[in-house]
């Protein structure tokens, strides 16, 4: 997995002026092979994009108190080349999905597999951003307020002390949302050990909309 904070390492010695951004997309994970062949289990092409405000999302979600609930999806013919796009987010009140990471992957090839090295890379930049990220020497930091707000926090303190979080990057995901997709179910139930609770406008085909004025 690329190191995406290895440049932050530095930063609480030094007056260098840059930092990392709350939002600029960092890759957390990729295999590439120009010539779209299959690499192991894994497509030809496959980046997955995250930043680190996505990220803060899993403690923002563990901090609220509620059971950790993920849902993901993908889309394809996002453009002219042989790509589609994979996400995995987690849920709030609402029903609202909150972006976790955003994979590129090849056309048609959505797969178990797929959203498993998705969401290894996202379980292991998050235990990376948790306990490598170091404060800076700048009195007023927006980027280190938003980590260690959602770090010190007493779930995401908790969750430091788990050794399975620790030494195999688990992430305690308690439900789990689904469309019609076959490869997510299957994820679910082989990665996550849980059963995928259907949309339930892909389940009956009625869409149900709803204002909040």
Known sequence: MPDFLSHNAALEVTDTPEHLSLHLPYVIGYSVDSSHQDIGKSAGIFIVLSNIWMLLNIGRALNSGWPLQIQ???TFKVC?????VLG???????ASNHWLALAIIPEDRESAEMYKQTWISISNAFHMLMTQYRKCHRAKCSVCEAVFSVKEQPHVQELL?????????ILPVLLVDSDNSEAWRKFCREVLNLPADQCFAHLTG???LAFSF
């Open 72 to 74: 993901g999806d993908a």
């Open 80 to 84: 002219a080349e042989a790509v589609g």
């Open 88 to 94: 995995i987010g987690v849920n709030s009140l609402g």
């Open 161 to 169: 002390q788990d050794d399975d979080f620790n030494i195999r990057r």
């Open 206 to 208: 009625n869409i149900c």
